[in-house]
């Protein structure tokens, strides 16, 4: 079994590189922390990078998840080879780039380009967000998925993904003690469906609401509560239609013994406690 230990950065395609680079310092609040030839990193957290924009396609999406060892990095391309996922074995300049010390790629079933890293830096800098939205690390992606109980049994057999929650058919997946480091989302396409930054609290969340609206950036989801993770949330537009997460409050999951998943309904309901209704098409049934 390939064991995740964390969900490691995002790479997003753009060829807007100049308004990917305003989004997320002006909007977004990440710091930047270097730029390159054709790519942008910027931090959000104690890691060196977390999310990496660079010049080309907007569907060129991957993430990526932090493994153990060399050795767990080797045994997981073995495994994945056998299961028939063809696996791309990184350069060394293709590692420089991912600021990793090695890692390998693949496409897990629906499509999703997946990154496995093996010692991805980490900086002693302090992160310093370039406006005050409260962001304390990157927290989880939600992924589209073609067939989520395919999709499911991948995650959760050939990984070491528990289901946290189910809303419909979508899976709420850990792959530590946080509720949920994947969201998969069911759709009729591959890629990454959005990406969530966690805040220090409901207050962040509510700050960021009026800072947004203010700014007329497309607020597609909340502010809410989710009933599944207990985290209150506020999802918004960015470059290229990909959606942006704020939340505060996730619920960790420390007992495996005694923790159950639960059903939730695939409705508004399902999704927010509190009432707000979704303008995202993976959250519609």
């Known amino acids: 079994m390939i064991n995740l230990q964390r969900v490691s950065y995002v790479r997003l395609g753009t060829r807007d590189i100049e308004g990917a680079i305003r989004f997320a310092t002006d909007v977004l609040g990440l710091e930047v922390a270097e ?7 910027f931090k959000s957290d104690e890691r060196e990078h977390t999310l ?7 569907r060129d999406q991957a993430v990526a998840f932090e493994v153990g060892s060399r050795a767990a990095l080797s045994a997981a391309a073995s495994e994945l080879e056998r299961l028939g996922h063809p696996v791309h074995a990184g350069t060394p300049s293709e590692a420089e780039a991912r600021k990793v010390r090695e890692f390998i790629a693949f496409n897990d079933p629906t499509g999703n380009r997946i990154e496995l890293v093996w010692r991805p830096a ?6 310093h967000g370039t406006r005050d939205a409260g962001i304390t690390e990157f927290s989880h992606v939600g992924l589209c998925t073609t067939d989520a109980a395919r999709d499911e049994a991948f995650w959760t057999q050939v990984c070491n993904a528990r289901v946290s ?10 792959i530590n003690e946080v509720h949920h480091s994947i969201a998969m989302f069911p759709t009729d396409r591959s890629g990454i469906q959005h990406i969530n930054h ?3 609290s409901a207050d962040d969340v509510m700050r960021s609401f009026r800072f947004l609206k203010e700014r007329q950036v497309r607020i597609v989801f909340g502010p809410g509560r989710h009933p599944s993770s207990s985290a209150k949330f506020l999802y918004f537009e960015g470059p290229d239609g990909m959606v ?8 960790m999951i420390a007992d495996e013994l005694l923790y159950r998943e639960r059903q939730l309904t695939f409705d508004p309901a399902g999704f927010c406690e509190w009432g707000a209704k979704p303008d995202v098409p993976e959250f519609r049934s």
């Open 52 to 58: 990496c924009y660079f010049e080309g396609d907007p």
């Open 122 to 127: 980490y900086s002693g800098a302090r992160y």
């Open 165 to 174: 929650d189910r809303v419909g058919d979508a899976p709420l997946l850990r």
């Open 35 to 41: 730029v390159s030839k054709g790519a942008i990193y």
């Open 244 to 251: 942006f997460e704020y939340s505060s409050g996730v619920k």
């Open 198 to 200: 966690q805040v220090e």
